[in-house]
């Protein structure tokens, strides 16, 4: 059964740094998401994007993050400068293959960013 | 404000019980209900839904408009049930409406 795939499982980096998350949505999905967690909170939504546009994105999206899909595959979040308030967990997630509604999110397994 | 509540971090109960996982959410339209489980170092994954009205490994989940809840209920738990469990809502019945997700309940089944 396909699946969402993200790398890296574990990113440590000092703060001020750039990172960029990788993810490899399910490869016939229209719809893309980025979600976080910080440690004992609950899942946050970040942006949506399709058709090679963000079609919505949350408060936390600020300057500072940002999303590509590069190469029709991958679909990328960057961070520029990362705070220490950006240490999370990171969820992609993908949906849709046409023009249904009710479809499924389906979740990465997540990248845990550390922020030193 | 679009909210969802799950009043309880933890439930702990004994195999063979029955289990009821609250939830309430807030929306001024029509949402979307959902739960969702996170097993043990595994990936957050779909439940059930409201619009589907079905029984997953057991768990029911019935949308309750006056009290604005979608409690999950199974009537005998299972060791296998322990997890973490998310109550969620997505506005609209768009493909590209996020996801509101509550913060969740650690069920424990004990043995």
């Known amino acids: 059964e396909p699946e969402v795939t993200q790398t890296p499982s574990h990113q440590v980096t000092q703060m001020g740094q750039e990172v960029i998350l990788r993810c490899v949505p399910i490869?016939?999905?229209?719809?893309f998401y980025w979600y976080r967690q910080i440690l004992g909170q609950k899942v946050e939504f970040l942006v949506s994007?399709?058709?090679?546009?963000?079609?919505?994105k949350s408060e936390i999206f600020d300057d500072q993050f940002s999303v590509e899909r590069p190469d029709g595959s991958n679909f990328t979040l960057k961070i520029r400068s990362t705070k220490l308030e950006d240490s999370a967990m990171y969820f992609c997630?993908?949906?849709?293959?046409?023009?249904?509604?009710?479809?499924?999110?389906?979740f990465g397994p997540g990248t845990r960013l550390t922020v030193l | 404000a679009q909210r969802v509540t799950q009043p309880e971090k933890l439930l702990s109960v004994f195999k063979g019980a029955p289990v009821e996982l609250k939830c309430n959410y807030s929306?001024?339209?029509?949402?979307?209900l959902f739960w969702y489980v996170q097993y043990s170092r595994q990936r957050l994954q779909l439940l059930l839904r409201?619009?589907s009205r079905e029984s997953i490994k057991g768990f029911t989940a019935d949308l309750n408009k006056g009290e604005t809840s979608f409690h999950l209920k199974k009537p005998f738990a299972q060791e296998e049930d322990s997890a973490m469990y998310y109550c969620?809502?997505?506005?609209?019945?768009?493909?590209?409406?996020?996801?509101?997700f509550g913060s969740g309940t650690r069920l424990s089944i004990r043995p």
């Open positions: 997630a993908s949906t849709g293959t046409g023009e249904t509604s009710y479809n499924e999110q389906f």
């Open positions: 490869s016939n999905h229209l719809y």
């Open positions: 994007f399709y058709n090679n546009e963000i079609s919505e």
């Open positions: 929306y001024s339209g029509s949402p979307e």
């Open positions: 409201h619009i």
């Open positions: 969620a809502l997505r506005g609209g019945y768009s493909s590209a409406s996020k996801i509101i």
